[in-house]
């Protein structure tokens, strides 16, 4: 290990300090052939149509119950993955590290990293690290891109069909939630933690099954609200949804209700929302529910023709209203 216990400008210098932290901090944690290549780009071997993706990590706090931002980096770009069908492959990551940043809460995060790699069996194949100036940056940014085979083409926002099934893969707002409660000056005696989570084995799984998805979304900022509505807009058709169908714990509803949010705009890291047929949706939740570890996975509504680009929420009451996208910014640095 580098002996220096923070991060100094010297660490992205390019010079003993970075190459000594590249090899005790990253290539221990990412060893692969590929990235101990040290090549300026990575020599990759892929075929058929590739899916592409990209995403940087501001959050804030850097830990919290359930996760961290390294864990929440890999997830995050896998996740983006595995909504098109596409096997994570290849990430590339990059760090912007600010002076005096501890050591060991990089070699942690770090190690999460590689934790969460193993769960889709993704390797990072090639990465960037530059230190900035204390005051220049919130202590770690991370950037991570990644590449994935697709496996089954044609899911799309755009291909929602009348009298599908909308399903819900966990409890929403567990992320945005657990966020809040980390932030300083917010204590609360609570046991939620975050959804943050890999979910290519469950996707993995269905695809194993059969299961003929039209659409699949993780539910990330916006929450449950914007991937409905997006895929109301893209499909021009109408979404009704089951508000008492939708599955929400008892502190994410008590946390909501003391600051007057609503559980469906709240993000989520391990949650997705998926379109298919309703003849095999009961199936699609058996599969989940068993390989998954998706046990409040749930059918909250069904794609209409009627009100073509809205999402209507049937309440409890009788009542209906629409589920609009949520405004303004409602939790910032979430991800």
């Not at 850097?62 to 492959?89: H, R, S, W, Y």
């Not at 991370?142 to 069909?161: C, E, F, K, M, Y």
Request: include cysteine; glycine fraction near 8%; charge should be negative.
């Amino acid at each position: 290990m580098p002996t220096k216990k923070t991060i100094q400008l010297s660490h992205g210098g390019g010079g003993k300090e970075m190459d000594q932290l590249i090899h005790d901090v990253f290539f221990k944690a990412f060893d692969n052939p590929i990235l101990t290549a040290q090549e300026d780009a990575a020599k990759l071997n892929m075929c058929g149509h590739i899916a592409f993706t990209t995403d940087s990590f501001t959050v804030s706090p850097l830990f919290f119950a359930g996760g961290d931002i390294g864990k929440l980096a890999i997830a995050g770009t896998v996740n983006d993955l595995a909504m098109m069908a596409a096997q994570p492959e290849y990430l590339s990551c990059s760090f912007i590290i600010e002076e005096g940043f501890p050591l060991a809460d990089l070699t942690t995060i770090v190690n999460s990293m590689a934790t969460e790699l193993r769960k889709s069996g993704a390797r990072i194949v090639c990465g960037d690290t530059k230190v900035v100036p204390k005051g220049c940056a919130d202590g770690l940014f991370i950037n991570t891109s990644g590449v994935g085979r697709i496996l089954i083409p044609d899911i799309s926002a755009r291909n929602l069909q009348v009298s599908d099934a909308i399903i819900v893969s966990r409890d929403i707002g567990r992320h945005g939630a657990a966020i809040l409660m980390a932030r300083d000056g917010l204590s609360l005696e609570s046991e939620l933690y975050s959804d943050c989570d890999t979910l290519w084995p469950i996707i993995e799984q269905l695809l194993a099954a059969n299961i003929k998805m039209h659409a699949m979304r993780d539910a990330t900022r916006g929450g449950l609200s914007a991937v409905l509505n997006e895929w109301a807009k893209a499909s021009q058709v109408g979404i009704n949804v089951e508000e008492a169908s939708i599955p929400i714990c008892d502190e994410v509803k008590g946390l909501c209700e003391l600051f007057g949010f609503e559980p469906f705009d709240l993000a989520n890291e391990g949650t997705f929302v998926m379109a298919l047929p309703m003849d095999i949706a009961q199936a699609a939740i058996e599969v989940m529910q068993r390989y998954g570890h998706c046990e409040h996975a749930a059918i909250i509504g069904q794609v209409t023709a009627s009100h073509p680009g809205k999402v209507v929420l049937q309440t409890p009451w009788g009542s209906s209203r629409y589920l609009d996208l949520p405004q303004g910014e409602l939790l910032p640095r979430i991800c």
